[in-house]
């Protein structure tokens, strides 16, 4: 066969000494950024993925899907490093931590494949401090493994479009892909990426020569081996997750809600917020002000093709783009997460660009700029708190002193009334201290004391509280102050004693000897067709208590309001999932 058309890896020197030393210290702060976000109390998408999953049975890991936060093989690894230290964050971490400090090393790596020494080296340090690579590498989900394994595909694939009759490297696609899906479906992004690629690269031109015309060659080999690689890794894929497909159905993972189309003008409507989310993420920690420069020089230095070879930025550009178009759902930053690597590395050849323009290089050293690169941006990184400062996967940093204050304070019967996303929080604490989270869902009905939790770094407020229904002022006391920690408050309110006999009955109007108080919770109006709603947290099926006209009444569990209450618990979950 003949080979000439295939063009080698740009950097395949040996790494000197300087260089080896210097993507030693990028990876060492990198590392000293993410152990120190350890540190940082359990967010909501980890503690609810520790409550539904990763603190149950093995095979509750293997065969439940309910929501996409069950990040099937992270989850069976985080279950595994836990039990080494039970309820101690860092060790459900762990399998999140690991490959999110090798995925520096690692991008160093494709960066000298593709580009350049120099490049590679920038761009290892501008992802060493990365706000979004932190964050995700000290939380307990799959993204830092989905963001690896992209990495590993690239790799993988520049070894294949040079020598495509590497059988052992082929097993390591499938291998690297399969576990990558069974992590998240969301690897289909650098799987197609990568496949595009290797597409490009398989359509080859002929020059003319003695008077015959260019023409086009197809490598059918290159191409025969992808599709057999390609399905080989879906299929494997899909026997891992055979338990939650014979168990819930394959829709369960295919057509969840975070999957399906959503219509056209409200995915319009949402690309704004979701672009200047991903704008400000992928340059922070660095301030707002670097946001446009740092688009500048990746753009300018987005890794064009090497003579001979195809480019993989352009390549990724239009698979993932097309299934970002085709797909239309509810558009996630977090998604991208596996392009932000190539991203820093086309902001390091932006920069190596503008060096050379300027003349000087000569008087700039790659890697010893790199270390100090690497160095500020992780010096900021730690010292502005970004990782466990930003809201992103859900942040209460006060609930383990939450839990602490309510552990001596709370008996059966007690309801602690927590918004999202303090409760995926507290649902953790309260079983690393022994308290019992069916105090969470106590039966707003059956309640004798109601414990309202505030965040106040959030605005969070008593009055607001009251007036999105947290309690029935009729049935309980005004709020008394439980305590006051730095970020939350804590208000108890007890059920009065003659409650019961004035609560509304079933068909007999009551007065309200009190200002009526339109009601919203979650984001959605209480209001319908004139009624005000008391409580919010019923079940459809059950009585709704509702004023009209300033009396109580008691609807029917038929009402129209029911079903407008359905809809908005639906609305409610769905928000839950999406966080």
């Known amino acids: 066969m ?49 409550a539904e999953f990763i603190g149950r049975s093995w095979w509750t890991i293997l065969s439940e899907y309910p929501n996409p936060n069950n990040h099937v093989f992270f989850s069976l690894l985080a279950k595994g490093t836990s039990s080494i230290a039970p309820f101690h964050p860092w060790a459900i971490r762990l399998p999140a931590v690991i490959p999110g400090i090798a995925i520096v090393p690692a991008t160093w790596l494709v960066g000298r494949r593709l580009a350049d020494r120099s490049t590679a080296l920038l761009g290892a340090a501008l992802a060493a401090g990365s706000m979004s690579l932190v964050l995700f590498s000290a939380n307990a989900r799959g993204h830092s493994l989905v963001v690896l394994g992209g990495l590993a595909l690239v790799l993988l694939g520049d070894r294949l479009r040079v020598h495509p009759a590497r059988t052992a490297d082929w097993v390591w696609f499938v291998l690297v892909s399969a576990f990558g899906l069974w992590t998240a479906p969301l690897m289909v992004y650098p799987i197609g990426a990568v496949s595009l690629w290797l597409l490009m690269g398989a359509v080859r031109r002929h020059p003319a020569s003695e008077g015959a015309p260019s023409r086009w060659a197809f490598d059918r080999a290159l191409v025969s081996r992808l599709v057999v690689a390609d399905v080989a890794a879906l299929a494997l894929a899909w026997l891992l997750y055979l338990p939650i497909i014979a168990n819930v159905g394959l829709a369960a993972i295919t057509s969840n809600k975070l999957v399906l189309p959503v219509p056209w003008p409200e995915f319009a409507r949402l690309l704004p917020p979701f672009l200047f989310e991903l704008v400000t993420t992928w340059t922070a920690p660095l301030p707002p002000l670097f946001a446009l420069p740092m688009f500048a020089l990746a753009l300018a230095g987005a890794m064009p093709a090497r003579r001979g070879a195809p480019s993989f930025a352009s390549a990724a550009i239009v698979s993932c783009l097309a299934l970002f178009l085709t797909s239309h759902a509810k558009p996630f930053v977090r998604v991208w997460l596996f392009f932000l690597p190539f991203f820093v590395l086309a902001v390091g050849r932006g920069v190596m660009l503008l060096v050379a323009r300027l003349r000087l290089r000569a008087r700039v050293d790659a890697a010893l700029g790199a270390v100090m690169l690497a160095a500020a941006v992780s010096a900021v990184a730690m010292a502005t708190h970004a990782a466990e400062g930003t809201d992103e996967t859900g942040r209460f940093a006060a609930a383990p002193e939450v839990t602490t204050l309510l552990a001596p304070v709370l008996r059966p019967g007690d309801r602690v009334l927590a918004v999202i996303p303090l409760n995926g929080p507290l649902l953790y604490y309260f079983g690393a201290q022994g308290v019992d989270t069916a105090l969470l869902n106590t039966p707003r009905e059956s309640m004798a004391r109601a414990f309202i939790v505030l965040d106040t770094e959030r605005g969070h407020t008593l009055g607001a509280a ?27 309110s007890d059920r009065r004693p ?20 339109p009601l919203r919770r979650a984001g959605v109006a209480a209001a319908h067709r004139g009624f005000h709603l008391v409580d919010l947290a019923r079940r459809a099926g059950d009585p709704l208590h509702a004023l009209l006209g300033g009396e109580v009444v008691v609807l029917d569990a038929h009402a129209d309001v029911a079903v407008a209450l359905d809809r908005a618990a639906q609305r409610r979950r769905d928000l839950a999932v999406a966080r």
Do not use: K, N
């Open 498 to 517: 003659s409650a019961d006999a004035r609560a509304p009955r079933s068909g007999t109007p009551v007065s309200l000897h009190q200002p009526r108080i």
């Open 466 to 492: 009251l007036g999105a229904g947290f309690i029935d002022t009729v049935l309980f006391t005004p709020p008394s102050l439980v305590g006051r920690i730095p970020g939350a408050e804590v208000w108890r």
């Open 2 to 50: 003949d080979d000439s058309h295939r063009i080698g890896a740009t950097s395949v020197a040996p790494v000197d000494r300087v260089e080896f030393v210097a993507i030693l210290a990028i990876t060492v702060l990198a590392a000293a950024c993410r152990v120190a976000a350890l540190r940082q109390p359990m967010r909501y998408d980890e503690a609810v993925a520790w």
